[in-house]
């Protein structure tokens, strides 16, 4: 494999790899809907502060989410809406192995 195709790879797998938490993707949806600040993020997930940060700052690295201070609250937004367009496929291949799963059993 050439170098830019493996470094191409290589950032596929960094926002893959930053998604592949069940508060992250919870988190990715709900911004989906519109920016939101920390503690609301925080309210609704039920972690603490730092937990959420950290989450947020995984998001962030990998460049899906972007964030603005405003006095003492950060919010945050999606900066490819187009992120929640993984959200179908995975969708899509859960219905797959549920409908293969089904067949097997049955």
Same mark, same amino acid.
């Given at each position: 494999?050439?170098?830019?195709?493996?470094?191409?790879?290589?950032?596929?797998?960094?926002?893959?790899?930053?998604? @592949?938490?069940?508060?992250?993707?919870?988190?990715?949806?709900?911004? @989906?809907?519109?920016?939101?600040?920390?503690?609301?993020?925080?309210?609704?997930?039920?972690?603490?502060?730092?937990?959420?940060?950290?989450?947020?700052?995984?998001?962030?690295?990998?460049?899906?989410?972007?964030? +603005?201070?405003?006095?003492?609250?950060?919010?945050?937004?999606?900066?490819?809406?187009?992120?929640?367009?993984?959200?179908?496929?995975?969708?899509?291949?859960?219905?797959?192995?549920?409908? +293969?799963?089904?067949?097997?059993?049955?």
């Amino acid at each position: 494999m050439e170098a830019d195709v493996k470094a191409r790879y290589e950032a596929r797998a960094k926002i893959i790899k930053a998604m @592949s938490h069940p508060t992250r993707l919870f988190i990715v949806d709900e911004l @989906s809907r519109g920016e939101r600040c920390v503690c609301d993020l925080t309210k609704m997930v039920g972690d603490d502060v730092s937990t959420i940060s950290k989450h947020l700052s995984i998001l962030k690295g990998a460049g899906i989410v972007a964030d +603005e201070k405003r006095g003492n609250q950060v919010f945050y937004s999606l900066r490819a809406p187009c992120v929640t367009n993984f959200f179908s496929c995975v969708e899509s291949v859960l219905r797959k192995n549920a409908t +293969e799963h089904a067949r097997l059993v049955g």
